[in-house]
């Protein structure tokens, strides 16, 4: 707790194993919460990082889909002019378009497809 500038939490019996702090969650959490509400995120992001604790900031889904990760792994792509959830699993020498075809009509290759079933 010495990143947060609360050393006494360290040293509380009520935090002193895990079992504890899980029985004192509430306490723990709102101790926590309390010095949190102190600083901006960015400051407190930048703290953790400083002591090793890997740590990052929660979005919402419009920053994340919006963000330049979700952009450059094309995490949204548009089908039929609609957005829409992009691949997840991403391979080399397979192509992933930004701009897909929309799906099709209802019974657009119906013919074709029960044609497959009568051969």
Request: aromatic share 4%; no cysteine.
């Amino acid at each position: 707790m010495g990143a947060l500038g609360v050393p006494e939490l360290a040293t509380d019996p009520r935090f002193a194993s895990n079992d504890l702090r899980h029985g004192h969650r509430l306490e723990l959490k709102g101790a926590i919460e309390a010095v949190l509400g102190t600083r901006s995120a960015e400051h407190w992001l930048d703290v953790l990082d400083l002591v090793g604790v890997p740590s990052g900031p929660l979005s919402t889904v419009a920053e994340a889909v919006s963000s330049e990760q979700a952009q450059v792994r094309r995490m949204v792509v548009e089908a039929g002019g609609l957005p829409g959830p992009g691949q997840p699993i991403k391979a080399s020498g397979y192509d992933d378009p930004v701009v897909r075809r929309p799906a099709p009509l209802l019974d657009q290759h119906g013919d074709a497809v029960r044609a497959e079933f009568r051969t």
